[in-house]
Structures are given as C-alpha cells and as structure tokens.
C-alpha cells in the first residue's frame, strides 16, 4: 500500500532564509505526487504537481519540487520565505485515475520575523 | 479558483444529535470526497464518490453515512454525534475525465461534539 512520509512535523525558518520540506513515498505504480498547503481555518490549496516529465515542477507563491525517483523523494523548496508563507503543507500521492490518494502528516512552517 | 463550499463552518453540539454536513461543488467534478483531519495526523478518507448514486466508504471506520444524488452535492450525515467525532472534516472533488485525481478542497467544517 501506498504510503507518505513528513518527517519534519515543525519547522522554524527566519523570513528572507531558504526552505526546504521534505516528502518520502511508497508507491508500487508511477507515481502522481503533489504538494498542498493549508492555512489556519481552511481548506487545502494545491500548490504543485508531478505527473510525468520534467521532474523539477514550479507551483504558485514561488515555490518548486523536485522528484527523485532513485530517492523517493519529492521535496518542496522555496529560495527566499515571506511571512505568509507560515502554514501546514501536507504532501499526497496518487496514480492515474485511482482514488486512492494518501496524505502525509503535514508539516507546519513558523515563519519568524 | 476552487468552487467547492462546506457550511456549516463551524458547529458546537451535544452528543446524541443528528448532524448533516453540507458540501457542494460548481465544477461538474464526478468523484468527490470527505477526510476526516485530527492534528498532526494525515488526512484520513472516510468516504467517497464516482458520481450520482454511487458511495463507497474509504479506509477510515466512520459512523456517518454520505449520499449523492446530484452531482454538485455531497452531503455527510451523523446519526448520533459523539465526543469521538469531534475533528476537523474536509470536503475535496476532483475531475473524472482528467484521471489525474487532482482534488479541489472546501474550507472544512469543525466540528465539536460534547
């Protein structure tokens, strides 16, 4: 089965720095893999996705993920946080017209000032 | 820009109620969804949808039960609230004809049972 793992639940970056989230998968099939982010009170925003091709994919807000196979990887990256970047960002898997889409834990961002 | 909307937004009930959970779509998407989100956990499928009449449970044990007899709507439904169902529930659809199981997420109901 198919499964999604965070394994930064916080993560604290000074406005301005560099991030990076990680994201590790399992998945039997070719995976679709995507990055969404949810701020307090709401529901969650999709911000990129992966389904074949360039494996460096850019998303909305400036941020970009990187899939790598040989990793099972896909982390999101973004080069210079803003304050309202400070939110939960939940990475997904899924396949081609499967409803099976499985959710990682989420990691929340604190942007400090 | 999502058209997907839940209400009510919040809720505060007493156990032993009935609740129903609203969610709608504009986008004519076939498949939709309900999660099920506690915090620091992933999000937890407890039903979903290929299109009218169809409703098949997810991977979550739920006690609620869902129907779908339009297409743009999607409602969730408990018998009998108790404190065990409080949480955070996400309504999400997604378009058939894509296959790329892109879901579109309303803004989550919060529900308090006490």
């Known amino acids: 089965a198919q499964s999604v793992t965070q394994p930064d639940i916080h993560i604290t970056v000074s406005e301005g720095a560099s991030l990076e989230l990680r994201c590790n998968y399992s998945y039997g099939a070719t995976p679709y893999l995507f990055w969404y982010v949810q701020s307090p009170g709401q529901g969650l925003q999709l911000l990129l996705k992966?389904?074949?091709?360039?494996?460096l994919v850019q998303g909305i807000k400036g941020f970009e993920a990187e899939f790598k196979r040989s990793q099972s990887s896909f982390n999101l990256r973004k080069p210079s946080v803003h304050w309202s970047d400070a939110a939960e960002y939940f990475c997904a898997v899924g396949a081609y017209n499967n409803n099976d889409m499985r959710f990682g834990a989420g990691t929340r961002l604190t942007v400090k000032p | 820009e999502a058209d997907i909307y839940q209400t009510p937004r919040y809720l505060v009930i007493g156990t032993g109620k009935k609740i129903t959970l609203e969610c709608s779509q504009t986008?004519?998407?076939?498949?939709m969804y309900w999660y099920q989100q506690d915090p620091g956990m992933e999000l937890h499928l407890i039903h979903y949808s290929y299109g009218v009449n169809s409703t098949e449970k997810g991977d979550l044990s739920s006690e609620s039960t869902v129907s779908r007899i339009r297409t743009e709507h999607f409602p969730l439904t408990l018998e009998s609230a108790r404190p065990s169902h409080t949480s955070q529930y996400l309504c999400?659809?997604?378009?058939?004809?894509?296959?790329?199981?892109?879901?579109?997420f309303g803004p989550g109901t919060r529900l308090t049972v006490l």
């Open positions: 986008m004519g998407h076939d498949k």
């Open positions: 999400a659809s997604s378009d058939r004809d894509r296959g790329n199981n892109e879901q579109f």
């Open positions: 992966y389904f074949s091709g360039d494996t």
